[in-house]
């Protein structure tokens, strides 16, 4: 009997975790982008981009995806990409 050696599978409750942080952090870039009135827009939208590359990169450790090295809107997108066919959604 061969035995295969399988990744053990993410906790699901920190996967869910990431996949709303991810979720609520997309809207907040939205409204971010929408606002003309919002004092200090580029400082608050690149803290927000920072925070959400980041959650990327925490999503795709649990998926078991390599994080490319990239420019950062490249690898954003090909994250994105990643996770998605994989399932993940936010």
Known sequence: ML??????????????VVQWRLSRLAWEIR????????WAKAHHLRA??????????EACGLAGVPVPVAAPAVR???MESDLRFRGWTW
């Open 76 to 78: 954003r997108l090909i």
């Open 48 to 57: 927000a981009e920072l925070a959400y590359d980041d959650l990327l990169a």
């Open 31 to 38: 409204q971010l982008e929408s606002d003309e009135t919002r």
């Open 3 to 16: 035995l295969r050696r399988t990744r053990p599978q993410p906790d699901p409750m920190a996967t869910l």
